[in-house]
């Protein structure tokens, strides 16, 4: 008690040193609390936004990994040679995963739901024609499909038959939750009703603009048929119209393909499609190409897409663990858009923690060399007081304690002052800070946008709330898709915008380890001068 209470005397002897200390306690504290509180946020945003995330993970062929593994280092151990031949032997052997492989992984105790469509290609009669843009086109196949048993852009195998060509993309869902884009709001029943879920009956929606292009009704059939076997009919009573934004997005057919324009997408229940792979099968023959000489058959085959949904990262992070122990093969991978698109949303809050973290740090290491300084020479100016204190009888440790109080009881008053300041402004400070992050992400888009002398179209509405889930539509489109590929890239109303809090206990359990910390770092320099002073010596020559 007598070490504290002349701890206390010490101090409002010492006011204008003591003051000076204080000033520069405090503006550490006020910085750290705000550069803690940038950090914390950041956490919290993630862990927040996590919670209220929906994931949902896919299974594809992993291209760019047996790329790799296909090379070959050189004897000179320069550029690794590619096996091409071997690689294109090993893809035209591949196949994609089954609906019954599919349905297996399923089983993992981390999944929570699963669901899965399919999509083949198909051709109207000469009374339904394709959505296009070029007169010539209406009527006429629009492109070749690809080579059979090789894998889309997507890593996904269709196994298309080589020369065939299509109209429209016939996809069957298994039950709705699989129909996402009606599910996300992009697409939604304008006349009619959707089909039953899990119906066996020929029955489907197709697309408003299809329905005007071909003065269709609610009601009315249309007939399909396979692109290599145009006797192979099949005959579908159309019980809606849907609209879809993204059709205006993709009016254009790529490269003349009717069959990716969205408004070409005629829907229906998976056990339908699956009915028709039956039937396609059981009349199927196989032919030779009379150009390459390749032989194919003329079923038509789909191409399944399957998605597993989980309740949380963690239990997504372990069924990507757990997959391949139950026999997937190290040629698929598992990947989540959501993940992708959750950690592209905190790039600039990542990046403004990481800055603030670095700030943090320079200010600390600064300031205790600073209170270090000051210390030292605190010491100096108080020999003879130390000398007086160790003559009386007072050990050294206790002398040095006293001084370690002081500067405690100096540092703690100023640090509770300074976290106070810095935990109301550290809101609006982050926000802003967060703001100009934003601002020169999207100077950097619209840079790479001007040096390529493309427009793009970035809608800067809405975005990521600190602590909820907001994401709206990427209304990127052409361009802008390639530029949501770069690194550093993604579409500015997917980030995060703004946080609600920042400061928390966690926060201000650190400020009280940096004010221990500060005390003992610069309480161990008085400690050290201390401990070398001889009280005789001290009292005999006092200078």
């Not at 009527?139 to 269709?158: A, H, I, L, Y």
């Not at 196994?159 to 996300?184: H, I, P, Q």
């Not at 393909?257 to 969205?262: A, E, K, L, R, S």
């Amino acid at each position: 008690m007598y070490i504290f209470k002349n701890a206390l005397r010490c101090i409002t002897r010492s006011k204008a040193r003591n003051i000076l200390i204080g000033i520069i306690v405090f503006i550490l504290a006020v910085s750290a609390c705000i550069g803690l509180s940038i950090r914390q946020a950041a956490e919290n945003a993630k862990k927040e936004t996590l919670e209220g995330l929906s994931i949902t993970a896919t299974i594809s062929f992993d291209r760019m990994n047996s790329m790799n593994n296909m090379r070959q280092p050189t004897e000179d151990g320069g550029r690794q040679n590619f096996d091409r031949d071997s690689f294109t032997q090993m893809m035209s052997g591949a196949s994609a995963l089954s609906l019954d492989e599919y349905i297996k992984y399923s089983q993992a105790e981390t999944v929570e739901d699963f669901y899965y469509s399919a999509d083949i290609s198909v051709n109207g009669d000469d009374a339904l024609s394709p959505v296009s843009n070029n007169e010539e086109e209406t009527n006429s196949s629009t492109g070749s499909q690809g080579f059979p048993n090789m894998p889309d852009r997507n890593g996904k195998f269709g196994n298309r038959v080589f020369g065939a060509s299509s109209d429209f993309t016939l996809t069957g869902y298994s039950n709705e939750k699989a129909m996402t884009d009606f599910v996300d709001g992009n697409a939604k029943i304008t006349q009619g009703a959707i089909f039953e879920e899990g119906t066996t009956e020929f029955s489907c929606i197709i697309s408003e603009e299809l329905a005007i292009f071909n003065s269709l009704a609610v009601g009315d059939t249309i007939n399909i048929s396979n692109p290599n076997n145009s006797d192979e009919i099949y005959t579908f009573t159309v019980v809606g119209f849907y609209t879809d934004s993204s059709a205006n997005q993709n009016s254009f057919s790529s490269m003349g393909m009717t069959v990716n324009d969205p408004a070409n997408k005629i829907y229906t229940s998976y056990n339908v499609l699956s009915s028709i792979l039956k039937q396609s099968e059981e009349v199927s023959e196989t032919l030779t190409d009379s150009n390459s000489g390749r032989e194919y058959n003329t079923a038509l085959s789909q191409t399944l897409n399957a998605t597993y949904t989980f309740a949380d990262a963690e239990n997504y992070e372990k069924f990507c663990e757990d997959v391949y122990t139950m026999g997937l093969s190290d040629s698929y991978t598992v990947s989540s858009e959501d993940i992708q698109n959750f950690e592209n949303s905190l790039t600039p809050l990542t990046t403004l923690s990481k800055t603030a973290g670095y700030f943090l740090a320079v200010i600390l290491i600064i300031g205790i060399i600073i209170l270090v300084v000051l210390n030292i020479f605190n010491i100096r100016e108080r020999k003879y007081e130390i000398g007086v204190l160790t003559a009386m009888g007072m050990k050294k440790t206790k002398v040095a304690l006293q001084f370690i109080t002081e500067i405690f009881i100096v540092t703690m008053l100023c640090m509770m002052l300074g976290a106070g300041i810095g935990a109301v402004s550290s809101v609006p400070v982050t926000n802003a800070l967060l703001e100009n992050q934003i601002t020169a992400q999207q100077e950097r888009l619209e840079n790479v946008e001007q040096n390529f002398g493309r427009p793009t179209d970035i809608n800067q509405g809405g975005g990521f709330n600190g602590g909820g889930m907001n994401m709206p539509e990427n209304n990127m489109g052409g361009f802008g898709d390639f530029i949501s590929g770069i690194p550093g890239g993604e579409s500015i109303n997917n980030y995060i915008t703004e946080v609600s809090s920042a400061t928390d206990l966690t926060v201000l359990m650190y400020m009280l380890l940096i004010a221990i910390g500060l005390t003992l770092v610069s309480g161990a320099a008085s400690t050290l001068f201390i401990m070398r002073y001889s009280p005789l010596k001290i009292l005999s020559n006092r200078d």
